[in-house]
T-cell receptor, first 111, second 114 residues
């Protein structure tokens, strides 16, 4: 059965304290791995898509990497505004829009 | 360019009533996906639609739930005879193509069944 597992479930960081979030997956026919950010009461906001092992993408303080079995979202020198739930999802087959989501990592960055 | 629009944002229904959730995709997008987010759970795929066609409804409960995306107007997710277990956030996403690199999500409709 296809599975996407994110860890840790919750993470508290002091402002400036870098860390990484993990997303491990067991999906056949992976077409893409997606990272989203979700703020309370809002819809998921797209961050990155990774397609193949070894690929890396960056956006401001965030950097996503992908291996054959997992992806990491590295947060460098986080700020309080980075506090959110970060969701990992995988797409497979011919329909990338059908995504399999993990439960997310709730990140809190305190000043 | 307006994003994916969902309405209402909040919906309260009594057990046994019908709930209708609407989703207008981004301009030019013809692929719509509905997801459900139960408390303390991840987003779960429900259904994938193109204009006038249901492409994949493998995530839809067998009974009481239906979806449509007519030629004109928004996509509708209908839940008949709602039960308390239907209380959740329902999200709609749209994409330009089926192999698009990202799907854009709306703000969701939070359904509460009392």
């Amino acid at each position: 059965e296809d599975q996407v597992t994110q860890s840790p479930e919750a993470l508290r960081l002091q402002e400036g304290e870098s860390s990484s979030l993990n997303c491990s997956y067991t999906v056949s026919g992976l077409r893409g791995l997606f990272w989203y950010r979700q703020d309370p009461g809002k819809g998921p906001e797209f961050l990155f898509t990774l397609y193949s092992a070894g690929e890396e993408k960056e956006k401001e303080r965030l950097k996503a990497t992908l291996t054959k079995k997992e992806s990491f979202l590295h947060i460098t020198a986080p700020k309080p505004e980075d506090s959110a739930t970060y969701l990992c999802a995988v797409g497979r087959g011919s329909t990338l829009g059908r995504l399999y989501f993990g439960r997310g990592t709730q990140l809190t960055v305190w000043p | 360019n307006a994003g994916v629009m969902q309405n209402p944002r909040h919906l309260v229904r009594r057990r046994g009533q019908e709930a209708r959730l609407r989703c207008s995709p981004m301009k030019g997008h013809s692929h719509v996906y509905w997801y459900r987010q139960l408390p303390e759970e991840g987003l779960k795929f429900m259904v994938y639609l193109q204009k006038e066609n249901i492409i994949d409804e493998s995530g839809m409960p067998k009974e009481r739930f239906s979806a449509e995306f007519p030629k004109e107007g928004p996509s509708i997710l209908r839940i008949q005879q709602v039960v308390r277990g239907d209380s959740a956030a329902y999200f709609c996403a749209s994409s330009l193509r089926t192999d698009d690199t990202e799907a854009f999500f709306g703000q969701g409709t939070r359904l509460t069944v009392v």
